[in-house]
């Protein structure tokens, strides 16, 4: 019995090396990876009081400007099919990379809360002189609703999409192995960074689980710039932490919204489950609920049709309860 249990402590020992030096050759692979400097020419650099955002602006100027926020691992560019659909509709679609996803420039300070968040959406409104209704997806969510809560004045409208807002999140301390940076890289290095883990991680928040491969490229480009794994490690702690301080983890917060706010929400959705966004509009008074059904928590790359016929409709209601005042709650069918 005693040489058993000493075999299966060399083989646990064994077992963690090798552990170990996979995740250091994942990390090594990634340094390798991350040479790239230069954004990609469809967008262009704004200069913020918060630093460069990387923005993609399309339609016309005087139009009604929607402002689009990606989810967590995304970047403006994976809005491209709703950005399309948009201006075809009229409206000028703009969309932008919250750092440190994409190309934006990174905090010197590796500091990416919630509520400064929040701050780099109400610096860019200002620097591209909009008040646009704001569209924002998931972990991207959260960040919008701390801008809006902030400065209800410099938005016309807010819709959340499939918001990964943490309303119930408790407080609890960063898993003791992800404290450490250095181990934070390997983390990150093995899965958001890694190009062969986007697939499986697209997937797990489908409905529909063939939607993940057309994607995976778009989200793979921006983890070529150069430091990607190092800032995506600085920004974990708020993927895994209840926000300090976030208005927008509070009902308060929510009952205090006086503009239209619209609520698209995946039916299907596992991550972020259709309760939640229910829970929302019961939060604000005059919102209104699209549950799409059939989706999950990505339905704009789901089903881009159903997703943007909602957002129009969405958008329509929203300039429309600007001019007449807000009514009581409902729930829409689509």
């Known amino acids: 019995m005693g040489r058993f249990i000493k075999f299966l402590l060399k083989l646990a020992a064994v077992l963690v090396v090798v552990v170990i030096l996979a995740l250091l ?31 993609i602006d399309y339609g016309p100027k005087e139009a ?8 967590s691992v995304g970047w403006s560019a994976f809005w491209d099919e709703t950005i399309v659909a948009l201006e075809s509709a009229g409206y000028r679609a703009i969309a932008f990379d919250m750092p440190p996803m994409g190309w934006s420039e990174r905090d010197a300070e590796g500091d990416y809360n919630r509520v ?17 209704v704001l569209v924002a997806h998931s972990f991207g969510a959260g960040a919008a609703a701390e801008a809006v809560m902030a400065d209800q004045a410099a938005f016309a409208g ?26 934070r890289q390997l983390a990150v290095s093995a899965t958001i960074t890694n190009p062969w883990a ?3 991680m697209i997937k797990a928040f489908l409905h529909k689980k063939d939607r993940a491969a057309p994607y995976v490229d778009t989200l793979n480009a921006p983890m070529k710039r150069e430091g990607t794994t190092l800032a995506m490690a600085d920004w974990l702690p708020t993927l895994l932490a209840r926000p300090k301080g976030a208005a927008s983890v509070t009902e308060e917060g929510w009952r205090g ?3 239209p706010v619209g609520v698209l929400w995946g ?32 339905p ?32 829409a069918t689509p």
């Open 25 to 55: 050759a994942l990390r090594g692979m990634a340094a390798l990876r991350e040479t790239q400097t230069e954004a990609p020419r469809w967008g262009s650099m704004v200069q913020t009081a918060m630093g460069e955002v990387y923005v």
């Open 267 to 298: 039916v299907e959705d596992t991550a972020t489950p259709l309760a939640q966004g229910e829970r929302l509009v019961s939060l604000v008074e005059g919102s209104r609920l699209w549950p799409l059904e059939g989706l999950g928590h990505i």
């Open 64 to 71: 009604t400007p929607v402002l689009l926020v990606h989810g």
């Open 300 to 331: 704009q790359i789901e089903d881009p049709g159903a997703f943007i016929a909602a957002l129009k409709e969405a958008l329509s209601w929203v300039e429309g309860s600007r001019g007449r005042g807000k009514a009581g709650k409902f729930r």
């Open 257 to 259: 919204l006086t503009l």
């Open 198 to 200: 986007m697939q499986p």
């Open 158 to 183: 807010f819709i959340v999409v499939d918001g990964a807002i943490g309303l119930d999140a408790e407080a609890k301390a960063l898993p003791l192995p992800l404290r450490a940076p250095a181990l």
């Open 116 to 132: 400064r968040q929040g701050q780099r959406v109400l610096a860019l409104t200002e620097a591209l002189g909009v008040a646009p």
